[in-house]
């Protein structure tokens, strides 16, 4: 089955740590994104690659760095810099850019206490 | 900034109705224009992708597109319970090398 997937679905951590997402896809898209949503909100774009070795900041960029270094994976560091990092973080892609349909992965609900 | 904007709702119609979602955008460069369904505690799902002006249809779900008024609008027919959810509007963006998402309309399907 074809799909993106991301690990772990709930993530707990001490204020202060950095802490890695995970996002793997098997579509073959050239596209991958990441976004964060908090309650009641929309959709944030954090960064996002269009291409292996390339990756571009999005809205909210602060506090996030990332690495495009095979097409099928996109990780997503939340570092400590980040002031407000507990909220639910999606992975999406697309075959390439924004005029594409995106497909989302089932999400990592991230809570630092 | 580029805005893709939706009323937060909640939009309460009774099973079997015409639920109609809208969606307004300001860049006037946006050619491609999506509509995702959000569960509760999950990721949006894609229901339908628009590109054109005017209608497109897929089952129960009709998009339109409003290039000259800048508006895209979501009919679902014969609303079902199961069609509770949060609506995400969302345009491409930036050159088409991204996506815009409003914040979502809530719909809630009464019995």
């Known amino acids: 089955d074809g799909g993106i997937t991301q690990s772990p679905k709930y993530l707990f951590r001490k204020e202060g740590q950095n802490v890695t997402l995970s996002c793997e896809q098997n579509l073959n898209h050239d596209a991958m994104y990441w976004y964060r949503q908090d309650p009641g909100q929309g959709l944030r774009l954090i960064y996002y690659?269009?291409?292996?070795?390339?990756?571009q900041k999005g809205d909210i960029a602060e506090g996030y760095s990332v690495s495009r270094e095979k097409k099928e994976s996109f990780p997503l560091t939340v570092t400590s810099a980040q002031k407000n990092p507990t909220a639910f973080y999606l992975c999406?892609?697309?075959?390439?850019?924004?005029?594409?349909?995106?497909?989302f992965g089932p999400g990592t609900r991230l809570t630092v206490t | 900034q580029k805005e893709v904007e939706q009323n937060s709702g909640p939009l309460s119609v009774p099973e079997g109705a015409i639920a109609s979602l809208n969606c307004t955008y300001s860049d006037r460069g946006s050619q491609s224009f999506f509509w995702y369904r959000q569960y509760s505690g999950k990721s949006p799902e894609l229901i339908m992708s628009i590109y054109s002006n005017g209608d497109k249809e897929d089952g129960r779900f009709t998009a339109q597109l409003n290039k000259a008024s800048q508006y895209v609008s979501l009919l679902i027919r014969d609303s079902q319970p199961s069609d509770s959810a949060t609506y995400l509007c969302a345009g491409d963006s930036g050159g088409y090398q991204k996506v815009t998402f409003g914040t979502g309309t809530k719909l809630q399907v009464i019995p």
């Open positions: 690659s269009q291409i292996v070795n390339d990756f």
């Open positions: 999406a892609s697309s075959i390439s850019g924004g005029q594409y349909e995106q497909y």
